[in-house]
Nanobody, 128 residues
């Protein structure tokens, strides 16, 4: 089982940057893909970015493409979401999620339902 802990959220002005981290709480021998999702107040949770185990495959929502970068350091069991040029509409609770992919290093998904494990979320607030 994979336990996830997000960190790095906070309050930032529009145009600023934040880097979120998603750390697996203990070492796992399984390969796993990771996705970032977010939920703004009164809205449904939405996909933000995803990365495969090997890191070679990434995918972004159109709303963040060119501004956000997902990456991972498997030696540290940590996935990052670098967020630049932040906008007030990026304000949300950000969640990371993992899906074990023992037979694939290139798998990723943009669907919430594909993920098995979720973190508790970290708040990102962008002021105008």
């Amino acid at each position: 089982q994979v336990q996830l802990v997000e960190s790095g959220g906070g309050l930032v002005q529009a145009g600023g940057s934040l880097r979120l981290s998603c750390a697996a709480s203990r070492r796992t021998s399984s390969r796993y893909a990771v996705g970032w999702f977010r939920q703004a107040p009164g809205k449904a949770r939405e996909f933000v970015a995803a990365i495969s185990w090997r890191g070679g495959n990434t995918y972004y929502a159109n709303s963040v493409k060119g501004r956000f970068t997902i990456s991972r350091d498997n030696a540290k069991n940590t996935v990052y979401l670098q967020m630049n040029s932040l906008k007030p509409e990026d304000t949300a609770v950000y969640y990371c999620a993992a899906k074990e992919t023992p037979y694939s290093g290139s798998y990723y998904s943009i669907r919430e339902s594909d993920y098995d494990y979720w973190g508790q979320g970290t708040q990102v607030t962008v002021s105008s």
